[in-house]
C-alpha cells in the first residue's frame, strides 16, 4: 500500500534552518507531484509547495518563497524541504502529500504522511 | 488569494442523522473543489474531489455538490467514526492552493 514516512522535524531557533525529508513506497514515485502542506497547532491546512513529477517544475506559497526550496530524488523515492530563515510562525506540522493524478498535477491530495513537527522558537 | 469560507464552524448532531456541510468561496472555483476529513492526531483524508467524485474507498453517504461558488457535503447517515473535522479546498487558483477553516462536526 502508499506509504509516506516524513522525517527532519524538530526544535530549531528563528533564523536557522532545517531540511525534512519524505520517503515514498507502494507508488511508482517518479509519476507524480508531490505536495507540502502543513498545519500550525491548532490550527487549519495551509499549502507550503509542489514538485512536478520529473523536478522541473516547483510552485511555492507566497508565506514561503524564498525560504523555502522542495526538491526531489527519484532515485531514492524521496522528496525533501529544505526550510531557511525559520520563523515562529512556521511551526507547524509538516505533511507530505501525493497529487492524485498521474504526471500532471491535479492539487487534490489523495494520500498523507503521518507529519512531522517543526518548532521555532529561542 | 481565493478565500473559503465554511460554515458552521461546529456542527453537533447524533448518530443516523444526516450532516450538511456548507462551503462558500470568494470567487468562482468553477467545479475544482475537494473535501477532507481529519480526525485528532490523523492526517487529512481525501473525501470528495471536483466537488463530486468520491475518493477511491469513500463510502457512499458521503457526497458532495455545487459549483461555482457554494458547495455542499453531504453524510447521509452519520456513522460514529463520522465525527471529525472537515475541510474543502480550491484549486481552481493553482498554485494558490487554499483551504477553508474547518468545520468540526461533534457528537450531541
Known amino acids: 500500500q502508499v506509504q509516506l514516512v516524513e522525517s527532519g522535524g524538530g526544535v530549531v531557533q528563528p533564523g536557522r534552518s532545517l531540511r525534512l525529508s519524505c520517503g515514498a513506497s507502494?507508488?511508482?514515485?517518479?509519476?507524480?507531484?508531490i505536495h507540502w502542506v502543513r498545519q500550525a497547532p491548532g490550527k487549519g491546512l495551509e499549502w507550503v509547495a509542489v514538485i512536478s513529477y520529473d523536478g522541473n517544475n516547483k510552485y511555492y506559497a507566497d508565506s514561503v518563497k524564498g525560504r523555502f526550496t522542495i526538491s526531489r530524488d527519484n532515485s531514492k523515492n524521496t522528496l525533501y524541504l529544505q526550510m531557511n530563515s525559520l520563523r515562529a510562525e512556521d511551526t507547524a506540522v509538516y505533511y507530505c502529500?501525493?497529487?492524485?493524478?498521474?504526471?500532471?498535477?491535479?492539487?487534490?491530495?489523495?494520500?498523507w504522511g503521518q507529519g512531522t513537527l517543526v518548532t521555532v522558537s529561542s | 488569494e481565493i478565500v473559503l469560507t465554511q460554515s458552521p464552524a461546529t456542527l453537533s448532531l447524533s448518530p443516523g442523522e444526516r450532516a450538511t456541510l456548507s462551503c462558500r468561496a470568494s470567487q468562482s472555483v468553477r467545479s475544482y473543489l475537494a473535501w477532507y476529513q481529519q480526525k485528532p492526531g490523523q492526517a487529512p483524508r481525501l473525501l470528495i474531489y471536483?466537488?463530486?467524485n468520491r475518493a477511491t474507498g469513500i463510502p457512499a453517504r458521503f457526497s458532495g455538490s455545487g459549483s461555482g461558488t457554494d458547495f455542499t457535503l453531504t453524510i447521509s447517515s452519520l456513522e460514529p467514526e463520522d465525527f471529525a473535522v472537515y475541510y474543502c479546498q480550491q484549486r481552481s487558483d493553482w498554485p494558490r492552493i487554499t483551504f477553508g477553516q474547518g468545520t468540526r462536526l461533534e457528537i450531541k
Open positions: 507502494g507508488i511508482t514515485f517518479s509519476s507524480y507531484g
Open positions: 471536483d466537488a463530486s
Open positions: 502529500a501525493k497529487d492524485r493524478d498521474i504526471a500532471a498535477a491535479a492539487y487534490y491530495f489523495d494520500y
